[in-house]
C-alpha cells in the first residue's frame, strides 16, 4: 500500500484522500483512454523542489493533444495546482501524478460528451526498483512481449492503456526472478524497460534507443544533456539485445526508476556485474542535480 496523503486535487476542488472516488462507469476504465505523468519532488536546502515540472506538464497536453483530449484548464493552471498539491500535503519530497481522463456519461468506445476531468496526487515514493537496485544495480529479462508498434501506440504519448503491454513483461520477469523487464520493438531491436528508457555504455560512448518505439522520457533527455555536457560521446540508434549483453555497462532510465543500473541481462552479466564508472558518474550529477546541489542546472527545478 502507498501510504495515504491528505489532499488530492479533483477538478479545481482539495478533497480528502479517502473521499477521492470516481463512478464505475467512468470511460477511462472501461477503455483504457486517460493520459498521465509522473513527476518527482526532492527535498533541497532550499525546500521542496519539483524536478522539470515545465517539460513534465508538456508531456501532458501534448498526450492528450495526440488522442484528442481537450483538457479543460490551461498548462499554467495545472502547473500551479501540481504546485499547490505537493504544499497543502507539505509533502518534502513525493511522487506526483497528474492524470487526465475521461469520465462518466455515455459507453462505446466513443465517448462523444462524456467530462474531461484531472487529478492530481502525490504520495511517498521511494526507490522505484529498491535502494539496493540503485547502489548494486538491477536483474533484468528480455521480455517475450513486443513494444507496442508505432502505428498501433502512439508512443509519444503516455497513455494508461499503453501499460498493459508494460506490465505482460513485468509480471513474466517477476515470475522468472528478475527485477524488470526489457521490452524489444516489432523489428526486433532493443525498446524499453516496462517503465524506462534504456542505456548502454560501450567503449567510452554512451548509447540510447532512438524515439521511435518509446516514450521520450525526460529522465533520458536529462542524461543525454548530463553526458554531453561532460563530452561523454551520446548517439540514439537502434541495437540489438547482443550489443547490450557485451556492453561495459547499463542503465535504464525513469522519473520513478531515477538512474538504475542494470547488472545482469538473461542471465548475462553486464560488464565486471556491478555499476560502471560512467553509470556511477552520471548517477551521481542526476542526484546531484536534483537535490539541488548542482548549480548548473538549477532551471530544472521549480521551487515549491
Ligand atoms: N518509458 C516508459 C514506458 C515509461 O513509463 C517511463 C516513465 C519512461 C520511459 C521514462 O520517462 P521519464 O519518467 O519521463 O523519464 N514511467 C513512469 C511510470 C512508472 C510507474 O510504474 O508508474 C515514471 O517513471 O514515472
Redesign the pocket.
Known amino acids: 500500500m502507498i501510504p495515504k496523503t491528505k489532499k488530492i486535487w479533483m477538478d479545481g476542488t482539495f478533497v480528502d484522500w479517502d473521499q477521492a472516488t470516481v463512478h464505475v462507469l467512468t470511460h477511462s476504465l472501461h477503455y483504457g483512454l486517460g493520459v498521465?505523468?509522473?513527476?518527482?519532488c526532492y527535498n533541497t536546502k532550499s525546500g521542496p523542489a519539483i524536478f522539470?515540472l515545465g517539460?513534465?506538464i508538456d508531456?501532458l497536453f501534448s498526450s492528450a493533444h495526440i488522442f484528442l483530449i481537450d483538457i479543460p484548464y490551461t498548462k499554467s493552471e495545472i502547473t500551479r495546482a501540481v504546485i499547490e498539491t505537493v504544499r497543502v500535503n507539505k509533502m518534502r519530497e513525493c511522487?506526483i501524478?497528474p492524470l487526465v481522463y475521461i469520465g462518466y456519461g455515455s459507453m462505446g468506445l466513443y465517448p462523444k460528451d462524456n467530462p474531461v476531468s484531472v487529478s492530481i496526487a502525490v504520495w511517498s515514493w521511494g526507490a522505484?526498483l529498491g535502494d539496493d537496485g540503485i547502489t548494486q544495480g538491477i536483474r533484468v529479462k528480455t521480455s517475450s512481449f513486443i513494444r507496442n508498434h508505432v502505428n498501433a501506440s502512439m508512443?509519444r504519448g503516455?497513455v494508461c492503456g499503453?501499460?498493459v503491454n508494460?506490465q505482460l513483461a513485468k509480471k513474466e520477469a517477476i515470475s522468472c526472478g528478475y527485477d524488470e523487464a526489457l521490452l524489444l520493438d516489432t523489428e526486433g531491436y532493443v525498446s524499453?524497460?516496462?517503465?524506462?528508457?534504456v542505456f548502454m555504455v560501450r567503449n567510452g560512448m554512451l548509447k540510447t534507443t532512438p524515439l521511435t518505439s518509446?516514450?521520450?522520457?525526460?529522465?533520458?533527455?536529462?542524461v543525454i544533456t548530463i553526458a554531453r555536457d561532460k563530452k561523454i560521446p551520446v548517439v540514439e540508434e537502434r541495437f540489438t539485445r547482443d550489443e547490450l549483453y557485451i556492453a561495459d555497462e547499463a542503465f535504464f532510465?525513469?522519473?520513478?526508476?531515477e538512474v538504475t543500473p542494470i547488472r545482469e541481462l538473461d542471465g548475462r552479466r553486464i560488464g565486471d556485474g556491478k555499476p560502471g564508472p560512467v553509470t556511477k558518474d552520471i548517477q551521481r550529477i542526476f542526484f546531484d542535480i536534483v537535490k539541488g546541489k548542482n548549480r548548473k542546472y538549477a532551471s530544472w527545478l521549480t521551487k515549491v
Not at 192 to 197: I, K, L, P, R, V
Not at 214 to 222: D, W
Not at 253 to 257: K, V, Y
Open positions: 498521465f505523468e509522473g513527476i518527482r522539470r517539460e513534465h508531456r511522487y501524478r522505484y508512443t503516455k499503453y501499460y508494460s524499453e524497460g516496462s517503465g524506462e528508457n518509446i516514450l521520450e522520457g525526460i529522465t533520458r533527455n536529462s532510465t525513469g522519473t520513478a526508476a
